[in-house]
């Protein structure tokens, strides 16, 4: 087939990733993407020459952009009516308002984690069931925390056939271009027990028993879990074979944190800035070699997750199991990340 022609409907902290991501790729454009009306968000759009659409069809709202001197293409229904898939990047549990639209138009769409698996009855992560998601009609990308926690469970739990986890995610309180999220100075439990991280991740890889807790923090720049995992007798595995096998999972960086000076979450965003992707990004999850530990049959180690960004090449792999265009989830990987890097001149 053709380039495949992807709409983004919502272009905020994830949407403007996953556009530039789309533009990226040798299969893929970019359609159009929406806003609920004008701001400085359209700039970015006009700057890219994505064309740029309104979330609703209402005339009203599409003449406020052109108004405000922005080229607005027409409504929602416009933009689905040329594409052959939607990624949905609306703020979460608006999923079940816009879903109505795509069965309505009969476009394939994929939504993001602020909902709810049974949204679409299909969750994606690239490692866990990229196959699933073959020509499926809809999916989720799961949250930036679950697709943390897939990257490098899955793997293990390859290897060993079994695994019971017990996880607390430390989550950043907002992201940095929040202004309305805190808290600012408190340390706030979840008191939903076990939160619905842990949880959410059988929903790609139901074979991993898992359980979370989490707590949310005073930061904006990323989440951080403390894993303990208990393997199966006979795994076969030391802290060293783990550490190897984490070293050749895409998307997974490993260093050491005292011997490279990279000791915290600050470190780690400066090691993404000095990457040079755009807005700093971490697509990789980030484990710290010397946090990790096997003492027997239990493993505990720490990982570190920018909420930003991590889900954004999931999104690209998810449209091409989708589309139907590559059934191998490593060559995928390969494409999207090959050029993604390339696009940002690494
Ligand atoms: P955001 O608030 O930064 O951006 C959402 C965009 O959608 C905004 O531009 C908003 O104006 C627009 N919008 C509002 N109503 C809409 C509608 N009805 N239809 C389409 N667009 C609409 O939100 P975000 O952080 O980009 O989150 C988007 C989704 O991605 C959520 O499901 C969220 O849970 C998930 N997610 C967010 C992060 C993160 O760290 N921000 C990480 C992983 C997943």
Redesign the pocket.
């Known amino acids: 087939m053709g380039s495949i022609k992807v709409a983004i409907?919502?272009?905020?902290?994830?949407?403007k990733r996953v556009a530039d991501a789309v533009d990226a790729q040798p299969d893929m454009e970019v359609a159009g993407v929406?806003?609920?009306g004008p701001?400085f968000?359209c700039d970015l759009a006009a700057k890219k020459g994505f064309p740029l659409y309104c979330?609703?069809d209402s005339e009203q709202m599409i003449s406020s952009f052109e108004n405000s001197g922005y080229d607005c293409r027409g409504g929602?229904s416009d933009l689905l009516g040329i594409a052959d898939i939607v990624v949905?990047?609306?703020?979460?549990k608006?999923g079940s308002?816009?879903i109505e639209k795509y069965r309505e138009i009969g476009i394939k769409h994929i939504?993001?984690?602020?909902?709810k698996h049974s949204l679409t009855e299909m969750s994606y992560t690239s490692c866990a069931n990229h196959e699933e998601n073959l020509n499926a009609d809809c999916s989720r990308v799961v949250?930036?925390n679950t697709t943390g926690l897939s990257r490098t469970l899955v793997p293990l739990f390859n290897h060993c056939g079994s695994l019971r986890v017990e996880c607390t995610m430390i989550r950043r309180a907002a992201?940095p271009?929040d202004s309305n999220k805190g808290p600012i100075n408190a340390i706030k439990p979840v008191l939903k027990v076990p939160s619905h991280h842990g949880p959410d991740l059988m929903t790609v890889a139901p074979g991993i028993s898992i359980n979370s807790l989490a707590v949310a923090v005073p930061t904006t720049i990323m989440h951080v879990h403390s894993i303990v995992a208990d393997l199966p007798d006979g795994h076969g595995l030391s802290t060293e074979s783990i550490i190897q096998l984490w070293r050749d999972t895409p998307r997974v960086i490993v260093m050491h944190g005292e011997e490279n000076r990279i000791t915290s979450t600050a470190e780690v965003m400066e090691l993404a800035r000095d990457i040079g992707r755009k807005w700093g990004d971490l697509h990789e999850i980030f484990v710290w070699q010397d946090g990790v530990k096997l003492d027997g049959n239990r493993l505990y180690y720490f990982q570190a997750i920018h909420?930003?960004s991590d889900?954004i090449p999931e999104n690209i792999d998810c449209i091409r199991a989708m589309m139907g265009t590559e059934s191998d989830w490593k060559k995928s990987v390969s494409i999207t990340d090959g050029a993604i890097d390339r696009y940002y001149s690494l």
């Not at 919502?10 to 949407?15: K, L």
């Not at 949905?88 to 979460?92: L, Q, Y």
């Open positions: 409907n919502g272009f905020g902290t994830i949407g929406t806003k609920t701001s968000g979330t609703s929602i949905d990047c609306a703020p979460g608006l308002q816009n939504f993001q984690g602020g909902e949250s930036c992201d271009g909420q930003e889900v």
